[in-house]
T-cell receptor, first 111, second 117 residues
Framework: SQQGEEDPQALSIQEGENATMNCSYKTSINNLQWYRQNSGRGLVHLILIRSNEREKHSGRLRVTLDTSKKSSSLLITASRAADTASYFC???????????FGEGTQLTVNP | EAGVTQSPTHLIKTRGQQATLRCSPISGHTSVYWYQQALGLGLQFLLW???????NRGNFPPRFSGRQFPNYSSELNVNALELEDSALYLCASIPSHLAGPNTGELFFGEGSRLTVL
């Protein structure tokens, strides 16, 4: 299976702290994306990073990509209770034709 | 602009029955992806339709099938339902030129939760 892996599976932090989630994947990619899912609802796109990019920012989000290690990380700074959700990485493999999603990280931000 | 809409929101069936789930993509999006998400797990790719044609399918048995209509809406059919088919079924749409090997941002619906008793 080409499915990537995310860690940790679950993360619990206090409001104001930073949250870091990691994603590893198997083979070469065209891009890697992060999505958020609130409590069993639809997924919302957060950020896309291309294989030739190393870092990308969007508001309080920072994504890094290390193609030599086949890994990515999502950093949420100054977290809020409203950031509580599941976060998924998704990879567009060069050999594939769709996004392959990881198992997700469940983030809980305590007020 | 309306987002991706899915119906029904919830569906309860018994083993052996058939389920039909529907998806309307964002206006102008001609490509539709279907994913299955079992409780507490990640998304498993089911099917990809693009401009009316099935382009790819995931590792699911043939009793999972679907189609895409001329207006680009899509239908997912699950025959001979089994208990393990209980899941959230998510539909996502994207413009055709952003689908495929370098898939761009997917726009997801809220999903249809299928429960098989």
């Amino acid at each position: 299976s080409q499915q990537g892996e995310e860690d940790p599976q679950a993360l619990s932090i206090q409001e104001g702290e930073n949250a870091t989630m990691n994603c590893s994947y198997k083979t070469s990619i065209n891009n890697l994306q992060w999505y958020r899912q609130n409590s069993g609802r639809g997924l919302v796109h957060l950020i896309l990073i291309r294989s030739n990019e190393r870092e990308k920012h969007s508001g309080r989000l920072r994504v890094t990509l290390d193609t030599s290690k086949k890994s990515s990380s999502l950093l949420i700074t100054a977290s809020r209770a409203a950031d509580t959700a599941s976060y998924f990485c998704a990879t567009a493999y060069t050999s594939g034709s769709r996004l392959t999603f990881g198992e997700g990280t469940q983030l809980t931000v305590n007020p | 602009e309306a987002g991706v809409t899915q119906s029904p929101t919830h569906l309860i069936k018994t083993r052996g029955q058939q389920a039909t789930l529907r998806c309307s993509p964002i206006s102008g999006h001609t490509s539709v992806y279907w994913y299955q998400q079992a409780l507490g797990l990640g998304l498993q790719f089911l099917l990809w339709y693009d401009e009316g044609e099935e382009r790819n399918r995931g590792n699911f048995p043939p009793r999972f099938s679907g189609r895409q209509f001329p207006n680009y809406s899509s239908e997912l059919n699950v025959n001979a339902l089994e208990l393990e088919d209980s899941a959230l079924y998510l539909c996502a749409s994207i413009p055709s030129h952003l689908a495929g090997p370098n898939t761009g941002e997917l726009f997801f619906g809220e999903g249809s939760r299928l429960t098989v008793l």
